[in-house]
């Protein structure tokens, strides 16, 4: 007997390494979990499907393989919309798929009717409607474009008509990976020839960048031409944030001085940066060494040197080409680095975010997970938490959607159930995905929640008051954090002094959450 087109999907996953299934379900959609179910696949049911997308990019990153949610037709499809969208700019290899109504229907019925191909081709790789003629074929390509660089989203519609029938019963296929091209020799000669002679490099890092192969020859090139390294946040975590080269995170809090510093060097390593990581134009007039696994064809940057192929083949390449010659010292490297950890961590009196991160980081394990949400919260945390293994820091960066965080720890802590996880929140993007607490308590997920609490959209607010204009629509009614919490079941607590951060953190929880409100003062966000 031939498989239905659900157990035949499911299967090609579980295949692929995807283990979760994150979603909203609707009528339109259970004949399609019921045969993911069939298949071996755990379907975890969330609050809101913007929520189990966010949860698909973060288990496609921190696993490397493909992430899966689903939704309903109609509402249940244009929820997963920011999910996806988060995925298609945060590069994440995810399927969604979406229910539709059945073909023969689709053309006289107005209710619930929207052309989703057409809602999701901007912001996806590619999308497709599933027969149970192509479903194999189609689940096949889809996990293929959705994992090849630049990873991204692949949209799937399924009539609800068609997950029941049977399909043609072909052997799963193997899942073989896209040929890499020879690395060329000249380009490696040539970076290394402007590597001897120039005065003053730096290393800037991104996403394409962060994984454990990376982190060994990355810190070799830094340590043998004695060259600082500066990371984005979606790279944070592959070169030691404790190590004496590290000047900090582009893009995160007291970015521009940063970016001064840049300024001021005449070559720049670009390895591994993605330009979706920028929020700023690139202005700096140093000469470019692009080193990547895709051409630099965005040209956000110029570049006089490209290198295409794995980062970390290319840079032991470089390294081995050539004898190293120091640049600088390590006194300059470190009055800057001393003078910009001070500046992006002023003292105010009251109990800071900065001071919220340095307690959490204290009480965690090295190559404990955390995420952030977005807002000033993300600034800061991107700059101020210190990061020392790859691939342990996770924010949306490309669109910046709040809301992200619960989320993406839930994810983290299913993928890796055996490490520490956490989450820091400001209180808008909290309020926004709060409800995912409850699948966190019924998970049995024992994951750290922090929300930063100032009643305010507080980096909208500064803006607003830096153009001389009142705060409207920018503040809001405190809650209630620990009966929030024992709503959930959960231990709350609030703190507004970093002794008691240190008492709240010292353990990491069970298996529940904890919540923990840190009452901070805004004012430690805005630099002088």
């Excluded at 990976?177 to 003053?200: F, M, N, P, Q, Y």
């Excluded at 991104?206 to 830094?222: F, Q, W």
């Excluded at 970016?259 to 720049?268: A, G, N, P, W």
């Excluded at 929880?509 to 004012?523: E, T």
Aim: glycine share 10%; hydrophobic share 45%.
């Amino acid at each position: 007997m031939s498989p239905t087109v659900a157990r035949a999907i499911g299967d090609r996953l579980r295949a692929a390494g995807v283990r979760h299934v994150f979603g909203h379900p609707g009528g339109e959609v259970i004949e399609l979990i019921e045969g993911f179910r069939q298949a071996g696949l755990e379907f975890v049911l969330t609050k809101h499907e913007t929520a189990a997308a966010f949860m698909a990019e973060t288990t496609a990153t921190t696993s490397g393989s493909v992430g899966v949610c689903v939704g309903t037709l109609g509402p249940g499809a244009t929820n997963l919309v920011t999910g996806v969208a988060h995925a298609y700019l945060d590069r994440g290899a995810v399927l969604a798929f979406s229910g539709q109504l059945p073909a023969d229907r689709y053309e006289i019925t107005t209710h619930q009717r929207l052309d989703l191909g057409a809602l999701f081709a901007p912001i996806t790789k590619w999308h497709a409607r599933i027969t149970p003629l192509n479903a194999p074929a189609v689940i096949e390509r889809a996990l293929r474009v959705a994992a090849t660089p630049r990873r991204g989203p692949v949209f799937l519609e399924v009539p609800s008509d068609v997950p029941a029938q049977e399909t043609v019963d072909v052997a799963l296929p193997r899942f073989v990976t896209e040929s890499v091209a020879a690395i060329d020799e000249d380009a490696i000669r040539t970076a290394a020839a402007r590597l001897r002679g120039s005065d003053r490099p730096v290393i800037v890092v991104g996403m394409d960048a962060n994984s454990d192969a990376v982190a060994g020859p990355l810190r070799s090139l830094a340590e043998a031409w004695a060259i600082p390294v500066i990371v984005s946040p979606k790279a944070k975590g592959v070169f030691r944030e404790d190590h004496p080269l590290f000047l900090g995170t582009i893009e995160g809090l007291g970015t521009a001085y940063l970016y001064d510093y840049i300024d001021t060097c005449d070559l720049v390593l670009m390895i591994g940066f993605d330009p979706v990581e920028f929020d700023r134009d690139w202005t700096a007039r140093a000469r470019v060494i692009h080193v990547g696994p895709l051409p630099n064809d965005d040209r956000y940057y110029g570049s006089e040197v490209e290198i295409i192929g794995p980062v970390d083949a290319i840079l032991e390449r470089v390294v081995a080409a050539a004898a190293p010659q120091p640049k600088l010292s390590l006194d300059e490297v470190h009055a800057f680095r001393d003078a910009f950890r001070d500046r992006v961590s002023p003292a105010t009196g009251r109990l800071t975010a900065q001071q919220v991160l340095g307690e959490l980081r204290r009480a965690r394990a090295e190559d404990a997970l955390v995420s952030c949400d977005v807002g000033y919260n993300k600034a800061v945390s991107a700059q101020c938490w210190p990061a020392y293994r790859p691939r342990t820091f996770f924010v949306s960066n490309g669109l910046s959607s709040m809301g992200y965080g619960l989320p993406a720890a839930i994810a983290l802590k299913l993928a890796h159930p055996e490490r520490q996880v956490a989450c820091v929140l400001g209180d808008g993007g909290f309020a926004m995905s709060m409800a995912e607490l409850e699948t966190a308590v019924r998970l049995r997920l024992g994951i750290t929640v922090v929300v930063l609490v100032d009643d305010a959209l507080s980096q909208i607010k500064a803006g607003q008051e830096r153009r001389g204009y009142p705060a409207i629509g920018t503040t809001f009614g405190g809650l209630d954090y620990p009966k929030l919490a024992s709503a959930f079941g959960i231990p709350g607590v609030d703190v507004e002094t970093p002794g008691e951060c240190h008492t709240a953190f010292a353990s990491p929880p069970g298996d529940r959450p904890v919540l923990i409100a840190a009452h901070i003062d805004p004012g430690a966000y805005q630099l002088r």
